[in-house]
T-cell receptor, first 116, second 114 residues
Framework: GDSVTQTEGPVTVSESESLIINCTYS????????LFWYVRYPGEGLQLLLK?????QKGSSRGFEATYNKETTSFHLQKASVQESDSAVYYC?????????????FGKGTLLTVTP | DAGVTQTPRHEVAEKGQTIILKCEPV?????LFWYRQTKIQGLELLSY????????DGGAFKDRFKAEMLNSSFSTLKIQPTEPKDSAVYLC????????????FGPGTRLTVL
């Protein structure tokens, strides 16, 4: 079946350091995968951080970037310089653009703590 | 616009009880999803509706979990009977079909089964 594997947390990074959270996917039943990063900040609901629906494209938001790599089936999340406010749980997700079923398959989440 | 609303925010139940969780999607959205969130399994899809029609019913959850869409703006998730392993956060999400595939999530209901 379809699945998403991401960096197991927790991940602790010092403020202003760089960050990468790995995400790889397996899309056995999806012809045209869409890829997403969702984030849950403390005390808030899950919300979309960025999305890419075309292979080879890059998405960006709030200083985060992720490139949809079809060859390596990866969608790693990167940020050059993290801030304390980036502390949150990050989820990589896989969707299906080609079908009529718009469900998402999520990774298990990565807890990020940014220390001052 | 109001986001996805879920009630109650917290629920404590005794083993064997029936509980009903409620969700109001974003107005105008026609896809609705119920997920269970745990630290071990992450987010697992329980049910998926499009325009009130059941599109997918998570196989592992069929026996004691039943989601319904009573109308386009209200859905319930019934767990009957509850078991301690059902303790988790239950999330409801909605999206607009054909619109960027983004799902909007509610704050969740934290269920504790004793």
């Amino acid at each position: 079946g379809d699945s998403v594997t991401q960096t197991e947390g927790p991940v602790t990074v010092s403020e202003s350091e760089s960050l990468i959270i790995n995400c790889t996917y397996s899309a056995t039943s999806i012809a045209y995968p869409n890829l997403f990063w969702y984030v849950r900040y403390p005390g808030e609901g899950l919300q979309l951080l960025l999305k890419v629906i075309t292979a080879g494209q890059k998405g960006s938001s709030r200083g985060f970037e992720a490139t949809y790599n079809k060859e390596t089936t990866s969608f790693h999340l990167q940020k050059a310089s993290v801030q304390e406010s980036d502390s949150a749980v990050y989820y990589c997700a896989l969707g299906d653009r080609g079908g009529s079923n718009y469900k998402l398959t999520f990774g298990k989440g990565t807890l990020l703590t940014v220390t001052p | 616009d109001a986001g996805v609303t879920q009630t109650p925010r917290h629920e404590v139940a005794e083993k064997g009880q029936t509980i009903i969780l409620k969700c109001e999607p974003v107005s105008g959205h026609n896809d609705l999803f119920w997920y269970r969130q745990t630290k071990i399994q992450g987010l697992e899809l329980l049910s998926y509706f499009r325009s009130k029609s059941l599109m997918e019913d998570g196989g592992a959850f069929k026996d004691r979990f039943k989601a319904e869409m009573l109308n386009s703006s209200f859905s319930t998730l019934k767990i009957q009977p509850t078991e301690p392993k059902d303790s988790a956060v239950y999330l409801c999400a909605s999206s607009l079909w054909g619109d960027s595939y983004e799902q909007y999530f509610g704050p969740g209901t934290r269920l504790t089964v004793l």
